[in-house]
């Protein structure tokens, strides 16, 4: 027996108090961060949707009202009132029911004809069907890793609400301890960029920020964030957040799982779908490099079923003593600040995961509005550096193409197949429509395409001007006829014509690109573009340092040395990280200033210089009382 | 079954393969931090002492030659034979055998005269009895606490020698991790003085230095260190080292035997008795006032069986990878630093306890030669302030007494039971003896008797000129008959004659001295003089910052308004703490420089202060590449 603890009783009591008794609640239940009413009569709302919002303001909960099982009406019925409300133009291509949390999926090629102006036919679904309408964008471009992550939730739904319910009752569980206190534990990307893992620490909860691997090794204990200590014990954290779906943040979560994590991870919706990708990819490229991997498959379809996606700026409670709220980073698709609002106001934390405080083409700039910050994680790649402009940095990239290509070379840029991949695909699809470069074909290979899809399918979380070229224009600029789909590594494309090479991955350490890089190097008409940061240890960083001879161990175990003839570049404007500059205008323009200000995430030189930069500019910063912490892994803070 | 690891296998082989066949080894057990070897035929080696001697330098091991029980001579005649051997003079006052460990406890009046001149006597017992003693000396102030404390041993001789095997399994287990950090976290007793603890955690192990109580309170979350928290878990600590029994570094460890600890605890003789001893009379003021106390005596007892008592500079195993070595702190008797060497060299810290670094009339100064330290852990209590040279004390205490006898009144000293009360009945004794101050009753009242008395059964840790004074000329100062030992509190005494009081507590919270306060402080003709340090809170701490009028509640709950018109006056220059200059001296001299230095022990202005100084004396104190640490609780800093 479940004893009903005086947290939930509140919830419940005030439900009941409030609802009008007609709707003759059927069963309460906690799925999760919401709280799921089912009622036999939900008619009796449908013109009182104020009462159900005053309820959850009143309580600071999420409060959906859902129809009793007997209530729903039949699934065939179901689907012709939909397909009859909701207009052809919106393409609905599929209809999916999850009976366990009274759900239907709509999936469409226009959702927003679906819902509606502000929710309107989304609610007349509801009160004509009695089924929660739930309503996804079919992109443009197919994504296969969209479509199987939904159709593997659909096929799990009795697991799915089953642990939704674990959650729920565990969120909603007593506070235990009278004392307060809060830490925070540097377990990885602390004086390194790689790795990242934080834990914050209450009495009452423990929460993961991040856990991701470090892209520069393959094994070894560097691999991981420090989650062996016996701080970290699976079955006493509440809760990991991931904020971006680069392996860096996220490559060791489902890792958590095979070793008996059962709780929930929570990140946004595209970074749900990317991050399940790049796990999935990177077990490929493990296995046929017959390197051990330290998760299977069966650990990432697990991670899906225990997600819990939020939207930007939505306040969620993730633990009785802590409420999660993501900000857009603008560092790639999804990534988001986290806001951990901690007890009744006791401790509030920024972590900054890594983000972009300045407008790109793909994504607005970092959210700089907190309504309280007393400690700011802050990620610092670039604290030593500045990069280029924008501008500077469109023109250096069209000039070295631009040069290139009239030598009759071949241009290489390795990209991070998420973020930067799509960004200079913005950029040569302009500047090739705008003859800033003459018209060769630009060949885009490895991940960057299915991740391309992705984006499509959340638009909503793109720039402003490309969510409106995609959603009004039908102007998609990532489905330009000057992009060429091909396949892995193509030896005819590395020798041949004079073209543009957009390949995965962004540090040569994987992916085709390390195949085209062998095949072009030695040609000195040839260019290799590095447009993002390059991990010490990898094979990107060596060939920008300029390294002149490489050896590389093929598949097959064979060495092979390359000697590298190819002009190198690396243009840094397009970085999805801030530089210092973008760094110190972020801190000075904060609308709330933390008093602990923890910089983490970058080489010791760049986490040093800007501490220094930061104490010097303290005045000017607004910062004057705040206090500057450099952990190392392992170090504890405690915030409160 | 047991499975015998490899380490132990190791040691194990070292024996057999270079013990001689004869001495027909029947077993080998590891006791605590000791391997015991049990032979049949332990005359073999009578004069081959250094073939044992020799292994364990090999192996880095303790090594004990026990007789099997077989072997061993009847009781009855062993003690014959002792007490034939033993010459007259030694005095002799009880022998006991501990069956378990093959073991006879011999207490004697003159223990030296049992060891013999280089340990031949002992040796020579040992030969013709085939038990091992133990010699332990009878303190011409007979104490009780050490007659209950062995008695208590020797009657639960089969649950000792158990656990010690437990100890033994523990410490010698295989090591499992092939990684290596050390991390420190500050549980208690930084930024503050009072409730010490450090947690020391590598990938194998954790030990707790220090687990004290906060005497500024009586209850609450403040009057316990952080051993609450996740990270302590008490089935996974290896070890609990007690630097000295001032109830703030020793008063919660039997706490952890009521949630379940069972492992050691590390100490030096004095402390271990003197700990006990300050343990038991506190549950004793609790219960008398009617407060509830953390533990029971029972845990009290338990912690005695498990606590092993060491040497100063003797080099003993406490965990797989970490070695203990105490060094005299000058702080109290049987204060110690604690230094761990961790893994082969991969760390040393040096946990200072409170440590004074000046000769007293009662100890020695404290040690500063160490071979190596990285990490240096140093208590900073008289950080910010400088204190009278010892002369300059010594007149001052001299002249506040005669002012004070001049007309008429009485003299007060608040004393430590520990520490400062001994150091202040040798000054007075001496005094006295050469007429500087008249001839007036000495009254010492509360525990400073009984632990007077466990000093004289110490001699060897005393100072080289009480020792001596003790030991060979028979001119104890403890027994001078200037000093008239009370019991409790007596108004007669407090309002009659002129005399001079030393009474416990020394912060008066608690024990007699609060009682002839109350009575003492509205006559104007008397005065009170602290020789030691008021924590915070303290009902002494406010009267030596000059209150005028303080309200007691009394036993029975009644409020008095007690008006002070007694002379105030403190003399620091007794300490048993270093002041700033004598921290900045130890710094200096220190034979190895510390990589990192971590202040605790201090209140904030105290720890702010003295780390400012230190920066700024770096180069002069040869710390240069020091980096200096103040940690709050709950911070975690990793060494390596």
């Known amino acids: 027996m479940n004893t009903v603890s005086s947290v939930r009783l509140n919830i419940i009591s005030a439900i009941y108090g409030n609802l009008p008794k007609e709707v003759n609640i059927t069963k309460i239940e906690f799925e999760g961060p919401e709280i799921a009413v089912y009622v036999r009569n939900p008619s009796v709302l449908a013109d009182k949707g104020e009462i159900v919002k005053k309820i959850a303001k009143d309580i600071k909960k999420r409060i959906v009202i859902k129809a009793d099982e007997k209530a729903r009406k039949d699934k065939k019925e179901t689907e012709e009132i939909i397909r009859n409300l909701v207009p052809k133009e919106a393409e609905i291509v599929n209809i999916k029911f999850d009976d366990e949390l009274g759900e239907v999926l709509i999936k469409a090629k226009k959702p927003g004809l679906v819902i509606g102006k502000g929710g309107t036919l989304q609610n007349k679904i509801f009160y004509e069907t009695y089924w929660r309408p739930v309503i996804v964008r079919e992109p443009p471009i197919k994504s296969r890793t969209i479509d199987s992550i939904l159709t593997h939730i659909y096929n799990e739904t009795e697991y799915h609400a089953k642990i939704l319910k674990v959650f729920g009752e565990r ?11 809060v830490r925070i534990t540097a377990l990885g990307g602390f004086y390194e960029v790689g790795r990242s893992a934080v834990l914050v620490e209450t009495p009452e909860s423990k929460i993961l920020l991040d856990v991701g691997l470090n892209p520069s090794v393959t094994g070894g204990e560097k691999f991981y964030p420090r989650i062996d200590i016996d701080q970290v ?37 595209p970074t749900r779908d990317i991050m399940a990708l790049m796990q999935l990819d990177a077990l490929d490229v493990a296995e046929k490099e017959g390197r051990p991997t330290p998760y299977t498959a069966k650990e990432v379809r697990k991670e899906l079923l225990h997600t819990i996606t939020l939207d930007y700026e939505e306040v969620t409670d993730i633990a009785p003593d802590v409420k999660l709220t993501f900000y857009n980073a603008g ?7 986290a806001h951990l609002h901690i007890g009744e106001g006791t ?24 309504l309280r910050v007393d400690t700011m994680i802050m990620e610092t790649t670039y604290g030593a550096q500045e990069q280029e402009g924008r501008e500077e940095a469109e023109e250096k990239l069209i000039n070295i193409i631009n040069g290139t290509l009239n030598r009759g070379g071949r241009v290489l840029i390795p990209v991070l197949a998420v973020g930067r991949g799509q960004e200079i695909m913005l950029v040569l699809n302009e500047a ?18 299915e991740i391309t899809a992705i ?39 590395a020798q041949g014509e004079p073209s543009i090479i ?11 690109a390390v ?10 008409k040839n260019s290799i573009i590095f447009v993002s940061y390059q991990a010490e240890g990898t094979l990107g960083r060596k060939v920008r340092d300029g390294v002149k001879e490489i050896q590389i161990i093929d598949r097959d175990g064979r060495v092979e040395n390359i000697r590298i003839e190819m002009e190198v570049n690396h243009v840094e404007g397009f970085s999805g990280h801030s530089d210092r500059r973008q760094l110190l205008y972020y801190l000075r323009n904060l609308s709330a200033k933390p008093r602990n200000l923890v910089l983490n995430h970058g080489e010791p030189n760049a986490i040093e210089s800007f501490r220094r930069q930061v104490e010097r500019e303290k005045e000017k910063l607004g910062l004057r009382g705040t206090k500057i912490y450099t952990p190392q892994i392992l170090d504890s803070l405690r915030l409160v």
Chains 1, 2 share one sequence.
């Open 455 to 493: 984006h499509n399918a959340y638009p909503e979380m793109l720039s402003r001007e490309v969510r409106e070229a995609i959603l009004y224009k039908d102007e998609n600029p990532f489905t330009s006829e000057f992009f060429h789909r091909i396949e892995g590594f193509r030896e005819d494309i």
């Open 331 to 337: 560092h790639i698709i999804g990534s988001a600040m």
């Open 171 to 181: 969120i909603h569980r007593e506070l235990l301890f009278k004392d307060r206190y």
């Open 502 to 512: 957009l390949a995965t991955s962004g540090m040569l350490n994987g992916g085709p």
């Open 347 to 370: 401790h509030n934390i920024v972590y900054t995961g890594d983000f972009k405080y300045a407008k790109t083409k793909l994504l607005d700039k970092a959210n700089d509005e907190f």
């Open 233 to 269: 014990r699976l079955e006493d954290i509440d809760a990991v957040v991931v904020t971006h779906a680069h392996l860096d943040h996220c490559g060791m979560v489902p890792l958590l799982f095979k070793y008996g994590y059962n709780g929930p991870v929570y990140t946004t919706a």
């Open 515 to 524: 195949e085209f890089f062998k095949t072009m190097a030695p040609d000195s």
């Open 432 to 449: 090739m429509k705008n003859k800033k470069i003459p018209e060769v074909p630009i060949y885009v290979t490895g991940l960057v395409d």
